[in-house]
C-alpha cells in the first residue's frame, strides 16, 4: 500500500510531459501566409503597327547597250562601274565604211536633186513631159531617203547611254566585231536613284491592305501610296523611310503570295541591285494598344496564350488572350486584357487562380535583383 502514492505521481508526470509535448508541436505548425506576386499594371499607349516583309533590290531601270550597225569597235570610252549620262558615247564602231556610204548617198542626192529642179522648170514650158518630171522627182525623194538613212548608221557607229544610271563591265574589247541585233549585250547601265524594292505578301494580307490603304488606316507617303521603311543585311536601318507603289496584278499559283514595289531614294548608292532586306510597311497607328510583358504570358497545353491577373478582390484569374505578334519585350494584346488589368509577373510558380494574394508593382530593377523566391517561408523557417 505505501507505493500507491508513488505511482499516482509518475503517472502524473507522463501525463504533464505528453501536454506539454503536445502544445510545442502545436506551437511550431507554420501559419499559412498569403502569397506575394509582383504585377504589372496595364495602361493603353499609342503603337503603330508595322508589317515585316522580305525582299530584294532591283535597280529603278536597266538598258542594256547592243550595236545598231556592223562594225569593228575602235575604242571603249568608259570606265567600268562608272556613273554615266544619258547622251555619254560609250564604244567608238570603225565609222569608215558608213563615211563612204553617205558620201555617195550624198552624191546621189545632189545629182537626183538637180534633175528634178530642171524638168520643174521644162514641164511648166512643156518641154518635157509630166511623167517624166514625175520620175525624177521620185527619184530624187529615194535619195533623199537614201541619205538620211546614211546619215543615220554613221551616227550610230557612236554608241550612246540611253539612260543616266551605274554602267558594269563591258563584254567586248577594242578589235571585237559587232553585228547590228545581236542577243548578246556590250554592257549594261542601271539606274539605282531612285531604286525598287520588291516584297511578297499572301494574298489574304494584301487584300487586308488594299482595304486599310481605301479607308485611310494607312499612313500616307502620297497619293494610295503607304510608307515603308528598310532594314539592311547588316541589321541596320536605312535612313531615308520609301513609299509603296503598286502591286502585281495577279497572284502566283505556287505560293500564294503578291508582289509589292516600293520605292525608296537612293543617292549615295547604298542599296544596289539584289540585295536582301527586310521591309517594314506602316499599317496605321492604334491609339489604345495593350502590350502586355512577355513574362506574364504563357501558353496552355493546346498552345493558347494566356496571362494570370489580380482581379479587384486580390484573387487570382486566368485570361485568355489573343495576341499574334511582340513588340520588343512585349506582347501585342488585341483581346483578353484592358486598360488597369494587373497582370502577374513575377511569383506565378507560388499561385493558381482563385488563390488570394499580395499584389506590389513590379519593375524592370526588380527583375535584374530579384528577392529570393518563397522569401515569407524561408523567414518562418528561421524562426
Known amino acids: 500500500m505505501q507505493f500507491k502514492p508513488a505511482v499516482t505521481a509518475l503517472v502524473s508526470a507522463v501525463a504533464l510531459a505528453t501536454l506539454l509535448s503536445g502544445c510545442k508541436k502545436e506551437e511550431a505548425a507554420?501559419?499559412?501566409?498569403?502569397?506575394?506576386?509582383?504585377?504589372?499594371?496595364?495602361?493603353?499607349?499609342?503603337?503603330?503597327?508595322?508589317?515585316?516583309?522580305?525582299?530584294?533590290?532591283?535597280?529603278?531601270?536597266?538598258?542594256?547597250?547592243?550595236?545598231?550597225?556592223?562594225?569593228?569597235?575602235?575604242?571603249?570610252?568608259?570606265?567600268?562601274?562608272?556613273?554615266?549620262?544619258?547622251?555619254?558615247?560609250?564604244?567608238?564602231?570603225?565609222?569608215?565604211?558608213?563615211?563612204?556610204?553617205?558620201?555617195s548617198a550624198q552624191a546621189s542626192q545632189a545629182s537626183a536633186k538637180s534633175l528634178s529642179d530642171r524638168y520643174k522648170q521644162l514641164v511648166s514650158e512643156q518641154a518635157v513631159s509630166r511623167q517624166e518630171y514625175d520620175n525624177a522627182r521620185s527619184t530624187q525623194l529615194q535619195a533623199d531617203a537614201t541619205l538620211k538613212s546614211a546619215q543615220i548608221n554613221l551616227r550610230y557607229t557612236k554608241v550612246l547611254a540611253p539612260i543616266t544610271g551605274r554602267i558594269g563591265?563591258?563584254?567586248?574589247?577594242?578589235?571585237?566585231?559587232?553585228?547590228?541585233?545581236?542577243?548578246d549585250a556590250m554592257a549594261t547601265i542601271q539606274q539605282l536613284d531612285p531604286i525598287y524594292v520588291d516584297v511578297t505578301q499572301s494574298s489574304a494580307e494584301i487584300l487586308k491592305l488594299r482595304k486599310e490603304l481605301a479607308s485611310g488606316a494607312l499612313q500616307k507617303a502620297g497619293d494610295n501610296a503607304a510608307k515603308v521603311k528598310l532594314t539592311l543585311e547588316d541589321g541596320s536601318t536605312y535612313g531615308v523611310d520609301g513609299k509603296l507603289e503598286f502591286s502585281e496584278v495577279s497572284v502566283?499559283?505556287?505560293?500564294g503570295s503578291v508582289t509589292l514595289r516600293a520605292v525608296f531614294p537612293n543617292p549615295d548608292h547604298t542599296l544596289l541591285p539584289g540585295m536582301f532586306v527586310h521591309a517594314q510597311?506602316?499599317?496605321?497607328?492604334?491609339?489604345?494598344?495593350?502590350?502586355?510583358?512577355?513574362?506574364?504570358?504563357?501558353?496552355?497545353?493546346?498552345?493558347?496564350?494566356?496571362?494570370?491577373?489580380?482581379?479587384?478582390d486580390n484573387k487570382v484569374e486566368l485570361r485568355e488572350l489573343k495576341a499574334n505578334r511582340t513588340v520588343g519585350s512585349q506582347w501585342l494584346v488585341e483581346d483578353g486584357l484592358k486598360a488597369g488589368d494587373r497582370v502577374i509577373v513575377e511569383g506565378l510558380q507560388y499561385v493558381k487562380p482563385g488563390a488570394e494574394v499580395k499584389a506590389s508593382e513590379w519593375s524592370a530593377d526588380q527583375a535584374k535583383n530579384p528577392a529570393p523566391a518563397n522569401q515569407a517561408a524561408a523567414g518562418g523557417k528561421g524562426e
Open 252 to 255: 502566283d499559283q505556287t505560293t
Open 169 to 183: 563591265r563591258s563584254d567586248v574589247t577594242e578589235g571585237a566585231l559587232v553585228t547590228n541585233g545581236q542577243t
Open 281 to 312: 510597311l506602316q499599317a496605321g497607328v492604334a491609339a489604345q494598344a495593350i502590350l502586355a510583358p512577355q513574362q506574364g504570358v504563357t501558353r496552355d497545353l493546346k498552345g493558347a496564350p494566356t496571362a494570370l491577373i489580380v482581379n479587384a
Open 30 to 103: 507554420p501559419v499559412a501566409q498569403t502569397p506575394q506576386v509582383g504585377v504589372v499594371t496595364l495602361q493603353p499607349q499609342a503603337y503603330t503597327l508595322t508589317t515585316e516583309l522580305p525582299g530584294r533590290t532591283t535597280a529603278y531601270r536597266v538598258a542594256e547597250v547592243r550595236p545598231q550597225v556592223n562594225g569593228i569597235i575602235l575604242k571603249r570610252l568608259f570606265k567600268e562601274g562608272s556613273d554615266v549620262k544619258v547622251g555619254d558615247q560609250l564604244y567608238q564602231i570603225d565609222p569608215s565604211v558608213y563615211e563612204a556610204t553617205l558620201a
